[in-house]
Structure formats: C-alpha cells, structure tokens
C-alpha cells in the first residue's frame, strides 16, 4: 500500500507562481510512475503532468511551458512546479502513482495510487 500525501496549495494572482509536494509512504516510490491530476468544479479529473521512473516527463497541452514536474527519489517526494498562472488553473490537485515502473500515461486508470489532493485557486 502507498499514501500519497500532497500539500502546497493554495490562492495566488493570475500570472502567480506555486509549488505543490506530494510525498510518498513506502520503499518503492523510485520505481512507480508518477503523476499530478486536476479537476475542477463541475468537471472530469484531467491529466497535468506525469513523470515516469526513469525521470522522462511529459505534460497536457494545456500546462506545456508553464508548469514543470520533477521527483526526488530520496525523500520520495514528487513535485509541480506551476507558473504564469490562470484563472483556468483553479481546481483541486492529485497526485497519483503506479503500481509498477512503465504504466504511467495520460489516463486516470493507469494510476493505483492517490492522493487526496490540494486546492489550488487562481485569482483574476
């Protein structure tokens, strides 16, 4: 079993900057996958930006350029870097983790592990 433990969120101006953690429990962090979901008000969890085992990061279209994941294996700790921040960005964010090293993709369903996320608000 994996907890997730996220924190860092909070309320900043448009064009703001935050940075969210999200820790890990458990020996194995190194070799999952690891990701930073959303969701809004009102609608579905969507995909922010993912970090595979190996350290290959890919991103939504929708945070390409303005947001930066990065992990660190020896304090098991994943985190989201976010700039240039809109009101669009407003949501609650997850983080999320594979069972195994490799399943990490733009789909909920390939992450075993969440988080119970941290709000993230974006003033206009």
């Known amino acids: 079993q994996v907890r997730l433990v996220e924190s860092g969120g909070g309320l900043v101006q448009s064009g703001g900057s935050l940075r969210l953690s999200c820790v890990a429990s458990?020996?194995?962090?190194?070799?999952?996958?690891m990701a930073w979901f959303r969701q809004a008000p009102g609608k579905e969890r969507e995909f922010g930006a993912g970090i595979s085992w190996s350290a290959m990061t890919y991103y939504a279209d929708s945070v390409k350029g303005r947001f930066a994941i990065s992990r660190d294996n020896a304090k098991n700790t994943v985190y989201l870097e976010m700039s240039d921040l809109k009101a669009e960005d407003t949501a609650v964010y997850f983080c999320?983790?594979?069972?195994?090293?490799?399943?990490?993709?733009?789909?909920?369903?390939?992450?075993?592990?969440w988080g119970q996320g941290t709000q993230v608000t974006v003033s206009s």
């Open positions: 999320a983790a594979t069972r195994n090293s490799g399943g990490g993709s733009f789909h909920a369903a390939n992450y075993e592990y």
């Open positions: 458990g020996r194995t962090f190194s070799q999952r996958d």
